[in-house]
């Protein structure tokens, strides 16, 4: 497959994005191709002493950046000629296999969504990460594809994580929940109550209600369904928190204890390892007709090529098969329009 | 000053929260006193080892308890004689002071809002948690009276957890911040996007804009404001993430080295209490026209003791006085309605 892979998107582009690409190449197959879109002169900068790339990687040029804090949609409109643009309209001709990026997520959502378009029967695309907790891998979906959520969109995250569940974390039957703060019926907002019964409705997903924050980390379900505000709020808490306290557990012990402190420097790193975003790669935004991988905007060259990797399991899953095939099933039994 | 302790509120209760009372002696002066409500006979069981307790304790006995996770509003007025209805009653009545819960929350402030009102020029009241974090405490509002929030409503959390701030915290100027998904004025949702220009508008606030989740654990800024499902979700999940990274920190370590890792147990505990709710006690409802001290559901009788604490210098403090000063010195300036 052709990878599109944005060479000018996050804090470490274009060195760490052209280092993670290459890095990958043992992670491809014979027909597997990384096309690095960007800045060409820059990028032939990074690969100069990298022997032998030309097997497995290209260059497409684009001039134009789209920057960390500009709004999507007028970058999109501004700059036609920018990494993320030129990327999703390559994708579009057919072109390009999979796009990845780490620079601006709602350009990249944007340009996803009105190049590729939407799987059929899709609503609207949402964003799902992957979330380590002790009692197992918890796929998130939506952290912040969209913030003006109607019940169907989240009922259909339900579906769509349900399939990325099976397909990357090997659940056979993943246990779906609503991000709410109360398991009962009567808590929630508006938005919440009316996707439980949507959820309750439907005999093919196995939904377990509502959790809290809490019991995501406790082993409760496989997938919790958010609205994008919220999900996004509750991804980059975690990220601080797990930081902060990383930073006090480590502050806490060398107070205590400098000279022990250094030997669980070692256990700290791989528990903060466990934690890091890096390592799940990057994340798909489901429900566009193709492969878009969004990764942090502070992917280093490991999350680079964990994300090629990721766009990989995904394209060897027909997960979108699976998307669209649940849907169908859905839409012919009469109860989602 | 007389405060009222619901002794059948939350998961320890009565036993644990008698014992928080009886644990309280040493915080109250000569003239406060604390008044257990709830069933007579089960509090006098718990009571009957502790010598002297009359001088400080006295029991309004309440027949009835709304659990935890009955509908508040329809509980209120299916118990009358419940433990948190009785005991808001009693407060409107000014035969107590302040009233202090750890039961159904939902149900205290649905009874706090009812009996005691709200306070002149407040829209609505907003439980305001403190956050520690290694910059400092943060003051977060609000985490879960409302999730019904308009602009207006979010802009007075602002303006009531900073004189809390001030009271409490000991910051002269805290900074005020809306919890977003970007720090950009164009990311966010409708209501962090018009909240945003009542900030703005406010030139006695000291704004400093949206943060993500991330930045408040980062000494961004002394509050951030938030709708009540937001806050809540944020603040359920910061608690199962803590206690997750504290299980998995303390497995690896044990991993690693059996022997030091027992070393390390005091290390963990430390910072464990740091973040423990038990040790903050209780988060105030901000706005009620009286004192309502809201504690976690599995509030032990340390937290218990450490809210009636919150509870006496909350008074002490004149929070409330500040708040009304506050919101009607922006209402003669014609900005608020």
Redesign the interface.
């Known amino acids: 497959m052709r990878i599109g892979v944005d060479a000018m998107g996050g804090d470490f582009a274009p060195a760490g994005v052209v280092k993670g690409a290459l890095d990958a190449e043992g992670l491809l197959g014979d027909d597997d191709k990384i096309v690095l879109i960007g800045d060409e002169s820059a990028i032939r900068e990074h690969l100069a002493e990298a022997d032998g790339h030309e097997r497995f990687i290209r260059i497409e040029h684009a001039g134009e950046v789209i920057g960390m ?1 500009e ?1 999507p949609v007028e970058a999109l409109r501004q700059k036609p000629g920018s990494s993320i643009a030129k990327m999703a309209t390559l994708a579009a001709a057919g072109e390009l296999d999979a796009i990845i990026s780490a620079g601006n997520t ?1 350009a990249c959502v944007a340009a996803a969504q009105m190049r590729l378009r939407r799987l059929r029967g899709v609503h609207r695309p949402g964003i799902a990460i992957i979330t380590p ?2 009692a197992g891998p918890v796929i998130m979906c939506d952290v ?1 594809a969209n ?2 959520c109607r019940p169907e969109h989240l009922y259909q995250y339900g579906l769509m994580s349900a399939e990325y569940s099976r397909c990357i974390c090997g659940i056979a039957e993943p246990r779906v929940a609503l ?6 019926d ?4 508006q938005l919440v109550k009316e996707t439980r019964e949507l959820f309750k409705n439907d005999p093919e997903v196995k939904f377990v209600g509502n959790v ?7 082993g409760a379900c496989d997938v919790v369904v ?1 609205e ?3 999900g ?18 480590y ?3 060398t107070r ?2 400098p000279d ?1 402190a250094s ?2 420097e ?3 790193t ?2 903060r390892e ?2 890091d975003f890096n390592e799940y790669g990057g994340a798909p935004l489901l429900g566009v007709n193709g492969i878009c991988i969004i990764c942090h905007g502070a992917s280093q060259a490991r999350g680079i090529t964990n994300a090629i990797g990721v766009t990989l399991d995904f394209a060897e899953t027909h997960i979108n098969d699976r998307i669209t095939e649940r849907l169908g099933r859905r839409r012919q039994s009469g109860d989602d329009s």
């Not at 009567?186 to 907002?189: E, H, I, L, Y």
């Not at 809290?212 to 406790?218: I, Q």
């Not at 991804?235 to 902060?244: I, P, V």
């Open positions: 804090d709004s709602g907790t002790y912040g913030v003006n991000l709410s703060i109360g398991s009962e009567a808590k929630g907002n809290e924050g809490s019991d995501m980390f406790h958010t994008g505000f919220v996004n709020v509750a991804l980059k808490l975690m990220e601080g928190l797990a930081e902060g306290l990383f930073k006090s557990t502050l806490e012990l205590l204890n022990l030997q669980f070692h256990a700290i791989t528990i466990k934690y």
